[in-house]
Every structure is written in C-alpha cells, then in structure tokens.
Nanobody, 131 residues
Framework: QVQLVESGGGLVQPGASLRLSCATS??????????MGWFRQAPGKEREFVAA?????????YYADSVKGRFTISRDNAENTVYLQMNSLKPEDTAIYYC?????????????????????WGQGTQVTVSS
C-alpha cells in the first residue's frame, strides 16, 4: 500500500509564496524510483497538470506554461518527500493541489504529465490566493 499525504496549503495574498510537501510511504515504495507529479483542480474545472519530476538518475522536470518560472518541483529521497515551491502566487492558482506517484515501470529522465500516467494519489491540499 502506497500513501501520499500533502501538506502546506493555506490562504495567502497575491504575490506570496507557499511550499507544498508530499510525504510518501509504502513498504516497497521509494520516490527514488518513482516519477512524481503535482496536479491541481480549481472549482468547476477539470484537474490539470502542474509539474512533474522524473525518477532519480535523471531528475528532469517539466511544468505547465501557467506556472513556469514561478513554481519549482523537487525531491528529497532521504525523506521520501516531494515538494512544490510556489512563488508569485496569483488568484488563478487557487485550487486543490494533488500529489501523484507512478508505480509502473518508468524510464530514467522521462517526465509524465498525464493523469493516467500515475498510479497513486494523495487527498489534496487547498491553496487559496486572495486579497
């Protein structure tokens, strides 16, 4: 059983920063071997891709155009945790943010941006950007 638990969301003003964390656990699971991603879902909208990082060994990253230059995805293999640093937040960043992990075979250096590329999901953490 693989569990993902997001934290770090909250209510902030436009221009502020937040860092989301995704703590992972599982008897045979290690983020060292798993591509990871962040997605978000705003009220009344479909869930959308935000950022992804490949399995260790490549550490390639990929971002949605809407967050490129403002958000950074990273991993701490020792802590089995993935982070999403969000800077210069805008009201349109308001959403529930979900962490996702790929459990299937993956290729080193390849990032995955589709929901169906991932096998495990967290419950989400709310981010609200409002003045």
């Amino acid at each position: 059983q693989v569990q993902l638990v997001e934290s770090g969301g909250g209510l902030v003003q436009p221009g502020a920063s937040l860092r989301l964390s995704c703590a992972t656990s599982g008897r045979t699971f290690s983020i060292n071997n798993a591509p990871m991603g962040w997605f978000r879902q705003a009220p009344g909208k479909e869930r959308e891709f935000v950022a992804a990082i490949s399995r260790s060994g490549g550490d390639s990253t990929y971002y949605a155009d809407s967050v490129k230059g403002r958000f950074t995805i990273s991993r701490d293999n020792a802590e089995n945790t993935v982070y999403l640093q969000m800077n210069s937040l805008k009201p349109e960043d308001t959403a529930i943010y979900y962490c996702a992990a790929r459990g299937r075979r993956s290729i080193t250096g390849v990032v995955y941006a589709g929901e169906y590329d991932y096998d495990y999901w967290g419950q989400g953490t709310q981010v609200t950007v409002s003045s």
